[in-house]
């Protein structure tokens, strides 16, 4: 599965498949899904903290430290599918309609290189 042909609808039923298998519906509560998401994200993080750009890029470009990346992204992407298919929450339509607000509060004329906040200009 690619990213240029996978679909969400597809991801949502290969992460369901996979819980139902280890009949783990019970465990995955919305509290404890955004606990995984936080969790992984952490991770995430953790690969990255008191690095430099320089240095970031180096583990991006390493074998380990590429995959070390993926996995934890992956595991991120995993709570996010699980919590928006345990909660039917179209992932496509939430982000079309942040990224419409996001529009309004961050229009392109007035913060076009700029990493402000919407109320900092």
Not at 12 to 21: G, Q, S
Not at 22 to 44: Q, Y
Request: with cysteine; aromatic share 10%.
């Amino acid at each position: 599965m690619r990213d240029i042909t996978a679909t969400v609808d597809e991801l949502k039923t290969v992460v369901r498949m996979f819980c139902e298998d280890r009949d783990w519906d019970r465990f995955h509560n919305p509290k404890d899904l955004v606990i995984g998401i936080s969790t992984e994200a952490s991770e995430l993080l953790e690969i990255f903290r008191f690095k430099d750009e320089a240095e970031c890029r180096e583990i991006l470009e390493d074998g380990k430290g590429r995959e070390a990346v993926c996995d934890e992204l992956a595991d991120v992407l995993y709570f996010v599918i699980r919590f928006a298919q345990t909660n039917e929450i179209d992932l496509s339509s939430a982000l079309e309609s942040k990224v419409c607000k996001n529009g309004n509060k961050y229009p392109a004329d007035k913060f076009k290189g700029s990493n402000k906040k919407y109320d900092e200009l």
